[in-house]
């Protein structure tokens, strides 16, 4: 078989195996598997309300997943994207509340550009430090998420803070806020969603039919062999950098355009992190994350669903964890595989 | 005839406790925060269990679950319980398209202008809690030194240390105690690392006995004492640990928040700041079951059960019989509205305690 139908089949079949090795969890709590995965289908895609919920929830993952993945063909492991999105986000609402003057048509993709500079010159400076001193970014990237946390949640109560109730800024300015698709009661799904999507098709193309793409996974793939091929590695380090910051900033800028309207000290929620466990789930390929995506947020969303029937949202906590477990550990999925294959051969 | 009726009349209550659902929705704390999602929890399955309804809790990840979670539970729910200042916004949105389920929520402040006729929320007077912990902690500390540990610094976290603060300087006033109060914030409601490591740290710069007003986090920060004390002590046993104590006068101590949480570590833990959290789930389910729902903003203090301090189960005997004796007629003053307890940073800095001499 070969490798694009494996990178396909690898995480399909995990996901199959985790909600199986999950029953077993769900069996031991005294309650009924059937019932709990049908209420976390019916949670994910049994209504209007639910489906709007997987998709809010899908969007951020898209983009921070993307921000990883992107990050890991270039041969960097960016742990930052969570302090980036937040900074992303804090910026890109500090524009967004001053710019009612301006028309929508100028005021949204303006705020989505502001947010995203903002999450690549953060993430610019692990590529800096990398380049130029070779301070490895995992270090730095988790360094600089607390400073992004931190300074994040004292904007919050102190400059920029208003009103009683969640931390939070001001309202951002009308103009700059993302058209809703649909209104369900009081959730709005947002247009976010399709720029997530265009996104990951933008970054699909860099990555596989540009040379500057070419570039980047070659450093990736081995910087010694690159260089001497005449590809700068520097200069592609703090590039890829930035373009997945650029990536995690747009994550929290849309949360902040389409999902809450402000800024909210606890915005980012780990959607950082989780984009590490989606990058490799989709197998860094910017369709898989897609999906990737989606399975994460349908799997939340649904879980919710699931309290309903009395079955405690960790066990989504369970599912999550093995499907990374198994994909990462591919080979026991193809050792498992390879062998029910050669039983029946025999 | 009249049997009948009787028997309609029955069945009729019957089916409609049966109908009777409270759900409430966690912020992202969630149950196990031994805290004020806990307490909640408790209240209502109090009153549920009195009136025969049903009673189910939902968990939230992330903020953006507030809305699609309250949204779910009131389909199904007569009445939902919104926990914690976090889910203020969402809460006013969701219940707004649910004008027939009722609302309670805890330690929310409805936001400016808006009071719905189908929701009530509780808040407490903080301060009031944190006095108890204030004045007791001054009294019991050796080094002079007490420490405030606050998650997220949000109204109720901060009323609580105005009280912490005003406690100690009354303590110190009266007592001619050089008390010194060491301030920090984890940010975070969840995590116990961050409230041990901060906790941790105040105990480095001196302190003694550290005030945890940190939801979940405040648990690393029992733990912090508990080990503390232990190493000092050689025994997690109450009594090795209230025997040192009284031999040395000396020892680590933390003080729990928002419910009892003495038991966490018996001799550790000194007293608990608590909130009647509990008490207001409770009314809220009964008045909506009664039909004398009430929508607006109910301020709970000492007076309205609101507001206290745990009965200090395991640590009575470490604390002087006068501070115990103190600190009721202090209550009694506050009560009476004739000590003011200060809600604002800028009360808390004009606060002057006032001349009290106490009858014995």
Request: with cysteine.
């Amino acid at each position: 078989m070969n490798n694009r139908l494996w990178a396909f089949l690898v995480p399909i079949i995990s996901v199959i195996m985790a909600l199986l090795i999950s029953s077993v969890v769900i069996l031991l709590i005294g309650q009924d598997p059937i019932v709990a995965y049908a209420a976390l289908f019916k949670g994910a895609f049994g209504s209007k309300l639910a489906i709007a919920s997987v998709i809010i929830k899908t969007t951020p993952l898209i983009l921070t997943g993307l921000a990883v993945g992107f990050g890991f063909r270039a041969g960097l492991f960016n742990i930052g994207a969570e302090g980036q999105m937040v900074m992303g986000a804090m910026i890109a609402t500090a524009f967004a509340i001053n710019v009612a003057w301006m028309p929508a048509v100028l005021a949204i993709p303006l705020t989505m550009v502001v947010g995203m500079a903002a999450g690549a010159g953060y993430a610019a400076i692990a590529g800096v430090l990398k380049a130029k001193t070779g301070a490895h970014e995992v270090v730095t990237t988790i360094m600089l998420n607390w400073i992004a946390e931190y300074l994040s949640s004292y904007v919050v109560t102190v400059p920029m803070g208003v009103g009683f109730g969640t931390p939070k800024s001001p309202e951002i300015a009308n103009s700059a806020k993302l058209p809703p698709l649909m209104t369900v009661q009081a959730t709005e799904l947002t247009s976010g969603i399709i720029v997530a999507v265009i996104a990951a098709v933008v970054i699909y193309i860099v990555l596989e039919k540009t040379t500057k793409g070419y570039e980047l996974k070659g450093t990736g793939f081995n910087p010694y062999a690159a260089e001497y091929g005449g590809i700068k590695i520097s200069q592609n380090i703090v590039l890829a950098m930035a373009i997945s910051g650029a990536l995690s900033g747009l994550a929290g800028t849309l949360e902040v355009m389409g999902v809450h309207h402000r800024f909210l000290g606890t915005l980012s929620g780990g959607k950082g992190f989780d984009g590490i466990s989606i990058a490799l789930i989709g197998q860094n390929n910017p369709i898989g994350i897609i999906f990737a995506a989606l399975l994460m947020g349908s799997l939340r969303t649904g879980s919710n669903e699931m309290q309903f029937v009395g079955v405690p949202k960790h066990i989504i906590l369970i599912v999550q964890a093995i499907i990374i477990f198994l994909v990462a550990a591919d080979r026991i999925v193809r050792t498992i595989l390879i062998r029910k294959k050669r039983v029946k051969a025999s | 005839m009249r049997k009948a009726l009787v028997a309609i009349f029955l069945v009729m209550v019957v089916v409609f406790a049966m109908g009777f659902k409270v759900i409430m929705v966690t912020d992202i704390g969630g149950l196990g925060d031994k805290s004020f999602n806990d307490g909640t929890w408790e209240g209502a399955l109090i009153a549920a269990k009195e009136i025969g309804a049903e009673a189910q809790v939902i968990q939230s990840y992330e903020q953006a679950d507030y809305i699609p979670n309250l949204t779910k539970a009131a389909q199904q729910a007569d009445v939902v319980f919104a926990v914690g200042f976090m889910m203020t916004d969402a809460l006013f949105k969701v219940a707004k398209q649910f004008p027939n389920t009722y609302f309670v929520g805890i330690d929310i402040t409805p936001p400016e202008g808006q009071t719905l006729p189908n929701v009530v929320c509780y808040i407490f007077k903080e301060e009031q809690a944190g006095f108890y912990a204030g004045y007791i902690g001054a009294a019991m500390t050796a080094t002079g030194k007490i420490g405030f540990v606050g998650g997220i610094p949000i109204p109720p976290v901060e009323r609580f240390r105005y009280g912490f603060e005003a406690g100690a300087k009354i303590y110190s006033t009266l007592h001619k105690k050089k008390v010194e109060v060491l301030k920090g914030y984890t940010n975070d409601f969840e995590d116990p690392k961050k409230g041990k490591d901060l906790t941790l740290a105040q105990y480095a710069q001196g302190a003694d006995i550290v005030f945890l007003a940190a939801g979940a986090c405040g648990n690393g920060g029992i733990e912090a004492a508990k080990e503390k004390m232990v190493a000092l002590v050689g025994s997690d046993k109450l009594a090795d640990i209230i025997d040192y104590y009284m031999k040395n006068k000396k020892g680590y101590f933390a003080i729990g928040v928002d419910v009892d949480q003495d038991y966490m570590a018996p001799g550790v833990v000194l007293c608990s700041a608590t909130k009647g959290i509990s008490t207001a789930a409770y009314y809220g389910v009964k008045a909506a079951w009664e039909g004398t729902f009430e929508g607006g903003l109910q301020v709970l203090g000492i007076k309205e059960d609101g507001a206290g301090v745990s009965p200090m189960k395991y640590t009575k005997g470490m604390v002087p019989n006068s501070v115990i004796a103190e600190v009721a007629y202090l209550t009694k003053l506050v009560k009476d509205g004739k000590l003011v307890i200060p809600d604002t940073e800028d009360a808390l800095k004009a606060f002057q305690v006032p001349s009290i001499t106490f009858p014995f």
